[in-house]
Every structure is written in structure tokens, then in C-alpha cells.
């Protein structure tokens, strides 16, 4: 009977867990890795996801690190989870620094707006970049705040990383052009010149 009540509690416990870790709120790179030739530009989208009720999101304030030898900062475009459309946000143009964009985002929609209309996982915003080096470089959270939508801190979150790899472009091949009529009709005439000239000699000689 001990034993039974024992595997109970623990079936118990680690369903809580796995159901918690599948709800926890989380902010991603998508996608994670990617790979493109140098000088082409690159985007990378930040999402956040398991938001529910509560909570929802109410502002924001991220710091996303690269590698400024590999990647050069080129735009910034925000998502609409923050603006609903109904009383909008405040957006604040991206702060740059050596390897590092900042975002902050404030929602001005109501708490209930927020609430019933905010959907669970959405895009905070696209960073882009131009390629200037080759190698890899990471994508990291040096910073992440998040407030909810009575403008509390959402202590509880995880944070993925992620890369850009930058290659060489390969070098354009293809078929060996074909000479020219004019190149072939050129080397055969001093062809016969030559043959001419050598015959002639030859006849010298013999007399």
C-alpha cells in the first residue's frame, strides 16, 4: 500500500514538473542556425512563448550579442503581440552598440485586452543584419527583462541562444568557351604560311 501511495506522488510530482517546463515562458531564436554567403544581408526573428492567463505581456527590454567581426546591425522591425491595434504601444527606436541591439517595448493596450487577446507565443521583433566577415557568429540574451500585463517582472523564464555562419561564396564555374571563327581562321593561315614557308626551303635545298 506504501508503495503505491509513493508511485502516485511521484507520478504526481513529475507531471507538476513536465507540465510547468511545457508552460514556462521562454524567449527563442528562430531559427536557432542558420548558414548564408558573405555579403548576403540575414534576418533572425526573437520569439517569446508560453504566455497564458496569466500571464501576458506587457513590456519588454532585450539585448541580443553578436559578433561584430561577422555581422553588421542593418534594421530592426517589431512584432504586433504588444499592439493589438486597440490602444498600441510605445516602440523605441533599437539601441546599438559594438555586438549589441536593444529593444524596449511598452503595450498601452488594457489589461484586459492584454489578457484575452494577446496569443500565447508571437514574434517581439526581427533583427537584420549585413554579413561583413565569415565564421559563426553566436546569438546570445545579454540582457532580458519582461513585465506583465499589470507591470510586474516575469522573474521565471528561459532563454535559447543561437548562430549565423557565414561562408566564402563558391566560385562561379562553367564550360570552357569554344575559340572563336575568327582565332580558328587565324591560326589556320599562318598554319599555311608555315607550310608554304618550309616547302620553299625545301626546294632551295634540293637545287
Not at 23 to 36: C, G, I, N
Not at 120 to 137: A, E, H, K, P, Y
Not at 165 to 178: D, K, N
Request: proline share 6%; with cysteine; charged share 15%.
Amino acid at each position: 500500500m506504501r508503495r503505491t501511495v509513493v508511485a502516485a506522488v511521484l507520478i504526481l510530482v513529475i507531471s507538476c514538473i513536465q507540465n510547468e517546463a511545457a508552460h514556462a515562458v521562454s524567449l527563442d531564436f528562430s531559427p536557432p542556425a542558420q548558414t548564408v554567403t558573405l555579403g548576403s544581408p540575414v534576418s533572425i526573428d526573437i520569439n517569446i512563448s508560453g504566455l497564458g492567463l496569466p500571464p501576458a505581456l506587457g513590456a519588454f527590454d532585450i539585448t541580443v550579442n553578436f559578433d561584430p567581426a561577422i555581422l553588421s546591425f542593418s534594421s530592426a522591425l517589431y512584432g504586433n503581440g504588444l499592439d493589438l491595434g486597440i490602444n498600441g504601444s510605445y516602440q523605441e527606436s533599437p539601441y546599438v552598440d559594438i555586438g549589441e541591439a536593444t529593444l524596449y517595448e511598452e503595450s498601452y493596450e488594457d489589461v484586459s485586452d492584454l489578457l484575452n487577446n494577446q496569443p500565447s507565443s508571437f514574434r517581439l521583433f526581427t533583427l537584420s543584419f549585413d554579413t561583413i566577415g565569415t565564421g559563426t557568429s553566436g546569438l546570445t540574451f545579454r540582457y532580458a527583462s519582461l513585465w506583465d500585463e499589470d507591470g510586474n517582472d516575469i522573474d521565471d523564464f528561459l532563454l535559447s541562444t543561437g548562430s549565423i555562419t557565414v561562408t566564402t561564396p563558391l566560385p562561379i564555374t562553367g564550360a570552357v568557351p569554344e575559340p572563336s571563327t575568327v582565332v580558328l581562321l587565324t591560326s589556320g593561315l599562318l598554319g599555311l604560311a608555315l607550310w608554304r614557308t618550309r616547302k620553299s626551303e625545301d626546294l632551295v635545298h634540293r637545287t
